[in-house]
């Protein structure tokens, strides 16, 4: 039996791991977590992706719990402006697409559009969104009571690889915060905290770790090490060598520069979405928490330096960012050949890390501490649980990376070097082939990235629906059919979208009564 896990590093990929071991294995595993005192963590890293929720549920807590505790915020799904043109929006919610006589009412819209607003006729959570509206009324209900995973008496956790469902949101939280709180939980379920710095890792003969060597606390041994040092890789890159693959040739950005804002909620509103504005090199990420916006400049440093992009985002923000210091950031886009190497896991940026477009990063996260629970070694070492691990680890971060790259390629705009490039500049291998499959029939369950990467076909639609740059067509058939039956469901969507928007308070509001 494998007794104890070591975990270097504690930003949101260190205490995430512990937190989860322990909710997994309780004291049957000793954790302890190394942190350094002089090595910050990165920082970032506020908005989520909806799976985020079984995370959370697994740890058995519940949204008042946490939420108050982090300046939490929902998270209804993106909504990307002047990706098509300067001026335009639409949103990609967690939503799935609802199915008329066997066609997606993504097929039907483009036989007839209802509207010009694809996202608000074939998705209800989009008017929500604009609307700036709270998933759950003032009495904590969601808006669609069935997929609330707080009600009822379930006897089980969930994991990703339960999702029968798509719950209708995500969080936006303060990263700092929500560490803070991890280690509390942590901590108070027995995992050891050294405040550290690691000074050397020290393998064994057959190149194993042995132990870490710490400052002043000595060594600290364990059977198992995570490497959640960010972006420097301290155990799995630089003590074991493992090499890293670079994604930079088909996602070209590697910057970018951040600020935290303080705002007014209450007389801005909250708006429950992140929002991703693309700009002259990239993109801005707007990150409403409940006292202040995240906000941040994701930019290529081949089309943009430094000081242009600090300028960008200040203008971006307005006076409000005047004195405010930036944070700049130098991003590793890629990821590690393998996250598991002998008796060392890479959980985190030290794993590997695309843009965070798409909000990936602490869903890596999950996926990574979750598949590790499921491949859990022992005194063996099972070189096919291992094997089986890296597989489901380098999928995820293999299709997030052709998806990120289908944002660029079929979005309509092409004012400048940089985005003409992205139209040019080299794909995945695979993701070419599928684009021209999609041209002619929508994505579906069959024909996007096969292995599981946390995003389904509906995600693909909406983004080649909204980005516009890509010639898209409606099924033959669809000629040959009555359409009443779709129109009909687009005008119930619209109905139930007033309905809601009607009933359902602001974010702000909801969120005012537990602050
Ligand atoms: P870090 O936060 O860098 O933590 C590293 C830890 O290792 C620290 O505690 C440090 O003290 C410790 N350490 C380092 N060296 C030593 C040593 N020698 N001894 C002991 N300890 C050591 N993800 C999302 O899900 N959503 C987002 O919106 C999002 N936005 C992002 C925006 C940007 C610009 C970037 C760069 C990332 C973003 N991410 C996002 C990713 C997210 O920030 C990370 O996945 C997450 O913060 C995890 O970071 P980490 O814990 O791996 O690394």
Request: glycine share 8%.
């Amino acid at each position: 039996m494998l007794r104890s896990v070591v975990i270097v590093g504690g930003g949101t990929a260190g205490w995430m791991s512990a937190a989860y071991l322990k909710a997994a294995f309780a004291d049957r595993i000793e954790v302890t977590v190394v942190e350094s005192p002089r090595v910050s963590t990165i920082g970032v890293g506020e908005a989520t992706f909806s799976t985020v929720q079984q995370f959370f549920d697994y740890l058995g807590l519940r949204e008042s719990d946490w939420m108050p505790r982090c300046n939490a915020t929902y998270k209804l799904g993106i909504r990307f402006e002047n990706w098509r043109a300067k001026g335009h929006h639409f949103y990609h919610p967690f939503e799935r697409l609802r199915v008329v006589d066997g066609f997606p009412l993504s097929d039907w819209w483009l036989h007839e559009p209802a509207s010009d607003r694809f996202d608000k006729d074939v998705f209800l959570v989009s008017s929500l969104a604009d609307a700036k509206k709270s998933p759950r009324f003032l009495d904590h209900r969601l808006f669609e009571p069935e997929l609330d995973l707080e009600s009822g008496g379930r006897m089980y956790r969930t994991t990703l690889s339960e999702q029968s469902t798509q719950f209708p949101y995500a969080y936006h939280f303060d990263a700092a915060l929500l560490a803070d709180f991890l280690t509390e939980y942590g901590t108070d379920r027995g995992v050891h905290h050294v405040v550290d710095h690691v000074e050397e890792v020290v393998l064994d003969d057959r190149g194993w770790i042995s132990h870490v060597r710490t400052r002043e606390h000595g060594d600290v041994r364990g059977d198992l090490f995570l490497d959640c040092t960010g972006f420097r890789g301290l155990l799995l890159g630089k003590a074991l060598g493992e090499p890293f693959e670079s994604y930079q040739d088909t996602l070209p950005n590697d910057s970018a520069v951040a600020l935290r804002v303080p705002v007014d909620v209450e007389t801005k509103g909250l708006r429950p979405c992140t929002t991703a504005t693309a700009m002259d090199a990239g993109w801005i990420w707007t990150i409403p928490l409940f006292d202040r916006i995240g906000t941040g400049y994701v930019y290529a440093s081949d089309y943009c330096s430094p000081e242009d992009a600090e300028r960008a985002l200040r203008e971006f923000v307005g006076p409000e960012a005047d004195g405010l210091e930036a944070n700049h950031i130098r991003m590793r886009i890629g990821r590690s050949r393998d996250s598991w190497v002998n008796n060392c896991v890479a959980v985190g940026l030290s794993s590997g890390f695309v843009e965070p477009l798409e909000s990936t990063g602490i869903f890596f996260i999950q996926n990574n501490i979750e598949n590790l629970v499921k491949h859990f070694p022992d005194q063996r070492w099972s070189p096919q649980l291992r094997t089986s691990f890296n597989r489901a680890v380098n999928h995820a971060m293999d299709g997030v990376r052709e998806f990120l790259v289908l944002h660029y390629r079929a979005a309509a705009r092409a004012d400048n070097e940089y985005w003409r490039d992205a139209k040019t500049r080299v794909i995945p291998d695979g993701l070419g082939e599928r684009l021209e499959q999609w041209r002619t029939k929508l994505p579906d369950a069959e024909s996007i990235y096969p292995h599981y990467h946390g995003f389904e076909a509906y995600s693909y639609v909406s983004m080649l629906m909204g980005l516009g740059g890509i010639p898209l067509a409606a099924p033959p058939a669809l000629a040959h059919m009555d359409d009443t039956s779709a129109r009909e469901e687009m005008r119930l969507i619209q109905h139930q979208a007033k309905d809601l928007v009607g009933r359902l308070p602001s974010q702000y509001e909801y969120f005012a009564q537990s602050h």
